[in-house]
């Protein structure tokens, strides 16, 4: 029985990136299915490597979404933060805290008014709220 580890070693081969202690502990961290930032991602695998860098980690997440492992979710006013590439899925978006929650949505199709010429390549989906633990808070 394959291991998440051994998932993710087969992951980075099969896109042709070499296996590296850093490269397996960042994937591992985007395998729990939380969206991180670059200052979470660097600071939870130093505790487990000890010696990262976040530009080490720039330079990682460059790679990964390059060869299409790693998506990167835009919060406006907030840093960036990833997740593994998998099925498609859209967001929501807290307003307070900036967390992101994966929603299955289906995305309605593009207007055919005022896109005239267009060739879309992609639509994403957002849903702006306030998550249940900005909620119960005063």
Known sequence: MATERDAVVQRLRDVGLRVTGPRLEVLQLLASGEHLDVESITDLARARLGTLTSQAVYEMLRHFMETG???????????????????????????????????????????????????????????HGVCPDCRQQP
């Open 69 to 127: 492992l790693v998506r990167k979710f835009e919060r406006p006013g907030r840093p960036a933060v990833f997740e593994l590439a998998g099925e498609a899925h859209q967001h929501a978006l807290c307003s307070g805290c900036g967390r992101v929650a994966n929603v299955s949505a289906e995305v309605p199709p593009a207007p055919r008014k005022g896109l005239r010429g267009w060739r879309m390549a992609e639509a994403e989906l957002v849903f």
